[in-house]
Nanobody, 126 residues
């Protein structure tokens, strides 16, 4: 599966952005998806994940209550709605996916993400 993240940009603190991750090449509903981010000078870290049909999500504590991941398998797209943005949310955001034909994905079990898209830059000004 090929992935392409989009929707990044410059926003003021407190504002919102919605990122999209468009997939092509495979049956998208067979994949779990994660959003990751890498801030300048820091390692890439997970932001959140979503299972194949969207009924199970995970968020890192720093974005809980502010970010929401959703998906539309008919459109082969996963979204990251980011509200109440803070300067510390500034990073390059990536989407990634893993093949899961049985629908058993659980982020806590250490499932790997084998497919990565190019990132999209989000800059939050104070």
């Amino acid at each position: 599966v090929q992935l392409q993240a989009s929707g990044g940009g410059l926003v003021q603190a407190g504002g919102s952005l919605r990122l999209s991750c468009a997939a092509s090449g495979r049956t998208f509903s067979n994949y779990y998806v994660g959003w990751f981010r890498q801030a300048p000078g820091k390692e890439r870290v997970v932001v959140g994940t979503i299972n194949w049909n969207g009924d199970s999500t995970y968020y890192v504590d720093s974005v809980k209550g502010r970010f929401t991941i959703s998906r539309d398998n008919a459109k082969n797209t996963v979204y990251l709605q980011m509200n109440s943005l803070k300067p510390e949310d500034t990073a390059v955001y990536y989407c990634a996916a893993g093949f899961d034909p049985t629908g058993s994905f659980d982020f806590a079990e250490g499932y790997e993400f084998h497919y990565w898209g190019r990132g999209t830059l989000v800059t939050v000004s104070s």
